[in-house]
């Protein structure tokens, strides 16, 4: 069997294991509609989310009266909450997804040539990681964009530079472990380089691990930057995050619940899909694991 006949049966396996689970397909659904809302959803919505109508304040949800842009109501200035919430779904993902992928590049790639090499990179890294770990993420978020304009660029940057150390600390621990291996020494005897040692045996089997960092990271950094948003110091109008709206909607929330509501529902339905997903993809991805996903639930007498 050749290696593309390897990786392709390996593939179908993925696929076969991922449809078994009910959980993690409707999770993966999730991810992809909110995925898709955020490809399409402002060029389809654009002008629908900023256009004010105040002649239809504060309409309430679920009523097809306005047309069906308005069936999640509308808000204090006549807009769509539907549109809205589509719109705002790619300025959160655009800051979370960024975040998420600068913090893995740069603390996979330390903590692996820390863990290789251990010795004083080893114990340089590990105190970097704990200096920066020593302040809250979210308050380290706070102080930097209240000296600085709370921009998207500087919530991307202070977030991501928060988040190295958990994947530095966790790339270090594997690697770690890895360079006493005796497939690694026996690279090492051959006279394979070290950079080359990592980026083809370390890596590999590093990286499954991280990825699945990743996606749990993802969930909080997305509800960072919306604690931010609703702190009034994340993304600013008249620009929209569903953290933003949340802030906008607590105001009426007595007598215009929707408009907090429904953008809340959105950040805990996003999040727990990724959970969800990346609990299946930790068992997925390790070959000692997996066999507890080919499990079939006994049949009660």
Not at 2 to 14: G, H, L, N, W
Not at 272 to 289: E, Y
Request: proline share 5%.
């Amino acid at each position: 069997m050749t290696a593309v006949d390897v990786s392709i049966a390996r593939q179908t396996s993925m696929w076969r294991l991922l449809l078994r689970d009910k959980f993690a397909c409707l999770a993966v659904v999730i991810l992809l509609v909110v995925a898709a809302s955020a490809l399409v959803g402002p060029m389809l919505f654009g002008d629908l989310a900023v256009k004010q109508n105040l002649r239809a304040v504060n309409r309430p949800p679920f009523g097809l009266d306005d047309g069906w842009a308005f069936v999640l109501g509308s808000d204090s200035l006549g807009r769509s909450v539907l549109a809205r919430l589509v719109v705002a779904s790619r300025t959160t993902l655009s800051v979370a997804l960024p975040a998420v992928m600068i913090s893995l590049a740069v603390g996979s790639v330390w903590g692996m040539w820390a863990g290789y090499h251990r010795g004083w990179r080893e114990s340089v890294s590990m105190r970097v990681a704990d200096v920066i770990l020593s302040f809250p993420s979210l308050l380290l978020a706070v102080v930097v964009l209240y000296v600085f304009s709370p921009s998207a660029g500087n919530i991307i940057l202070v977030l991501a530079i928060a988040r190295i150390p958990i994947y530095l600390r966790a790339a270090r621990a594997e690697s770690a472990e890895l360079q006493s291996r005796l497939f690694v020494d026996a690279a090492r005897t051959f006279g394979a380089k070290s950079w080359a040692i990592i980026g083809r045996h370390v890596a590999p089997t590093v990286m499954p691990t991280l990825f699945t960092v990743a996606t749990l990271d993802f969930c909080f950094v997305m509800l960072t930057e919306s604690s931010l948003s609703f702190l009034g110091i994340g993304i600013q109008p008249p620009d929209m995050s569903w953290g933003l709206m949340v802030s906008q909607g607590r105001q009426v929330l007595q007598s215009a619940w929707w408009i907090a509501v429904f953008p809340g529902l959105a950040i805990v339905v996003t999040t727990v899909s990724a959970t969800v997903l990346a609990s299946w993809a930790r068992l997925a991805m390790d070959p000692g694991q997996r066999w507890r996903l080919t499990l079939t639930k006994e049949v009660k007498p």
